[in-house]
């Protein structure tokens, strides 16, 4: 009896490498934020990429503001390009470093929260086909970033991104179970 009693004390005197619950909820929380914002943000740069090759300016509001010269808007595509590398690099590299749970959990909140807006922006892509005059008509505001941000190629590379990271975590073997320490 005094045996299990001492066995008991010395593992649970172990240090445990399990993540706190507040860590893998926050990390979940962070990237459904980090989620939304980079499908919004590639949105707002779509259009406003779509109206330099066009000669358009448009405001935040999605609405035409002025006339220019049509060109290449090397900053915006630079932004677009930025973006993904930094989702890419919190996906593949960052969390990784964290434990599994963590991991899954980041990497499923970016892909439903990313997903749930690249499935509003499919709904609605129908409803914006080109006018009469061939022009394409984009709803202003948050909605018209939902829509070009949802349709873009680099979001739905990082959603399948996401998704594979969280596969992978389910994969992952913890420091626990490897130690032959887990409980389950």
């Not at 001492?6 to 593992?11: A, P």
């Not at 979940?28 to 330099?52: K, N, P, R, W, Y």
């Not at 035409?64 to 290449?72: A, N, Q, R, T, Y």
């Not at 399948?160 to 969280?166: G, V």
Request: aromatic letters at 6%; hydrophobic letters at 50%; a neutral charge.
């Amino acid at each position: 009896m005094a045996r299990a009693t001492n066995e008991t004390l010395s593992h649970s005197s172990l240090p445990s490498t399990r993540p706190r619950a507040g860590l893998t909820v926050g990390f979940a929380v962070l990237f459904t934020i980090f989620g939304i914002v980079a499908v919004l943000l590639t949105g707002i740069l779509s259009m406003q990429i779509e109206g330099a090759r066009t000669g358009a300016v448009f405001g935040l509001d999605n609405a035409l503001v002025g006339i220019s010269e049509p060109h290449i808007p090397l900053l915006q595509l630079a932004a677009v390009a930025a973006i993904g590398t930094l989702v890419a690099f919190a996906l593949l590299s960052w969390i990784r470093a964290k434990a599994p749970v963590v991991q899954f959990a980041a990497s499923l909140a970016y892909a439903l929260s990313s997903g749930a807006l690249v499935a509003w922006a499919l709904v609605m892509a129908p409803a914006t086909l080109p006018t009469g005059d061939g022009s394409p008509t984009t709803p202003e505001g948050l909605t018209g970033w939902v829509l070009r941000g949802g349709t873009n190629s680099v979001v739905h590379v990082l959603l399948l991104l996401a998704i594979c990271s969280a596969i992978a975590a389910l994969t992952r073997r913890s420091p626990e179970r490897e130690a032959g320490t887990d409980a389950s």
